[in-house]
């Protein structure tokens, strides 16, 4: 299945635990509960990997970065929403 990387669960961890200071647990239960919510985490994962692949190219390429930056950001903002609902 698509299992969400110990790393990539850190990563957000440490990008939503200022707003949410229980997100650590939230985050857990919602990747093993909700199909949804671990396919946004995956597609999180898969595109800090772009992300990272983009930045260390070669060559620049701004706009690679620029648009998987916009991509993390909105699904960053997703992944919280989807946490705060879980009340």
């Not at 992300?51 to 909105?74: C, G, I, K, N």
């Amino acid at each position: 299945g698509r299992t969400v990387d110990e790393r990539v669960k850190a990563e957000l961890l440490g990008r939503l635990i200022d707003v949410l200071p229980d997100a650590a647990g939230r985050l857990d239960k919602c990747i093993d509960d909700h199909e949804t919510f671990r396919d946004m985490c995956k597609d999180y994962q898969e595109c800090a990997g772009g992300l990272e692949h983009w930045r260390a190219a070669p060559h620049t390429h701004e706009e690679r970065v620029e648009e998987y930056s916009q991509l993390l950001m909105d699904l960053e903002t997703d992944i919280l929403r989807f946490l705060k609902e879980q009340e």
